[in-house]
C-alpha cells in the first residue's frame, strides 16, 4: 500500500480551544486494528479509549478504514473520507482543466501548494488534473483521515498517487516560507465563516470538521504570507455571498455555490 510524506505530527491544533471536543483512539475487529490504532494514537499523541474513559469522539480503526464516530450521539453515523465517487477517467469533468477550478489556477501553473488541504478533496482532483501537488494540513487528526481515504482509493484504483501528491502536516504560516523553490501558485480554502442561522442540512462531515479545527480565523494572516511567497498567484475559495478574504482580487471566477478569487503576485 503506498505511503505519503508526513512530518512529525504536531499537537491537535484546537485541542486547547474552550469547547473543543476531547477525542480518543479506539478499535473494531479482530485482526491487526488494535496494534494499528496504538500506533496511531502514539503518532497523534492522543489516549486510546478504555471503557473507564469517556471521549466526545473517537476515531476508530476498522478493517475497512478510519473512522470518525461522535461518542456523544452515535445515531449520527461514522464519518470517513470517501474518494469513491471521484470519475478518474483522463477527460471526466471532475478532472476538466476548463472547469472554474483550473482556470483559477491559471494556464501556466504546472505546481500547486494547496495550504489548507482538510480532507484533500481539492488537493486530490489537482493531482488527477496532472497539477505536482503538495498539500499542507496542520490538524494531524484531519490528515489521518485524509490519508486514509488516499490509501484506499490509491490501492482500489491502482495509482501511484504519492508520485503527484505529496502530504505535508503542518502549520502553512510557517512552513510556505521555507519551500524551495517558492511555489507558483498557493490555494487557500479556508473553513467558510459560519452561518448565523445553524442550518440542520450542515453535512456531519463539515459539522465534526469545524469541531476538530475550529474556524480557521488567521485566515487572512495566511492570505497575507501566501501571497508575498507566490511567485504567479493565489488563488482563495470563498462562499460565493461572502466578501473576499483580502479586499483587492485581481480577478474571480463563479464557481457552483463558491468563488474562486485570484491575487496575482507576479511582481
Ligand atoms: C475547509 S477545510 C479545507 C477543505 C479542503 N479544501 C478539501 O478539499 O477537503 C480547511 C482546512 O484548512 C486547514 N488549515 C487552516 N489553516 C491552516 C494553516 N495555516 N496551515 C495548515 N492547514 C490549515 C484546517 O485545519 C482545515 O482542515
Same mark, same amino acid.
Given at each position: ?7 512529525? #505530527?504536531? #499537537? ?61 450521539? #452515535? ?14 477517467? #483522463? ?177
Amino acid at each position: 500500500m503506498p505511503t505519503f510524506l508526513s512530518h512529525r #505530527p504536531l #499537537p491537535v491544533p484546537g485541542a486547547s480551544r474552550p469547547g473543543a471536543p476531547t477525542l480518543a483512539v479506539s478499535a473494531t475487529g479482530d485482526g491487526s486494528e488494535k496494534a494499528d490504532a496504538e500506533e496511531l494514537a502514539r503518532g497523534l499523541a492522543l489516549p486510546v479509549m478504555t471503557t473507564e474513559t469517556d471521549f466526545d469522539l473517537l476515531l476508530v480503526v476498522t478493517p475497512e478504514r478510519l473512522e470518525l464516530r461522535d461518542n456523544r450521539d #452515535p445515531r449520527l453515523g461514522p464519518v470517513w473520507v470517501d474518494f469513491s465517487h471521484f470519475d478518474l477517467r #483522463p477527460y471526466s469533468a471532475h478532472l476538466s482543466r476548463r472547469q472554474p477550478l483550473a482556470r483559477a489556477l491559471g494556464k501556466k501553473a504546472q505546481a500547486v501548494v494547496d495550504a489548507t488541504a482538510g480532507y484533500c478533496q481539492d488537493a486530490l482532483l489537482f493531482a488527477l488534473m496532472g497539477y505536482h501537488t503538495t498539500a499542507i494540513e496542520r490538524s494531524p487528526v484531519v490528515m489521518a483521515l485524509a490519508r486514509d481515504g488516499l490509501q484506499r482509493l490509491a490501492a482500489r484504483a491502482g495509482i501511484a498517487l504519492e508520485k503527484h501528491l505529496h502530504l505535508v502536516e503542518g502549520d502553512a504560516r510557517l512552513l510556505l516560507t521555507s519551500l524551495k523553490p517558492p511555489p507558483e501558485v498557493i490555494y487557500l480554502d479556508p473553513m467558510f465563516p459560519p452561518k448565523r442561522k445553524k442550518s440542520a442540512a450542515v453535512k456531519k462531515e463539515m459539522r465534526l470538521l469545524r469541531e476538530l479545527v475550529g474556524d480557521d480565523p488567521d485566515a487572512r494572516e495566511l492570505l497575507e504570507i501566501s501571497r508575498r511567497v507566490a511567485l504567479d498567484r493565489v488563488v482563495v475559495k470563498r462562499p460565493d455571498d461572502a466578501v473576499p478574504l483580502a479586499p483587492d482580487p485581481s480577478m474571480s471566477i463563479a464557481g457552483k455555490l463558491v468563488r474562486y478569487d485570484v491575487y496575482l503576485t507576479r511582481r
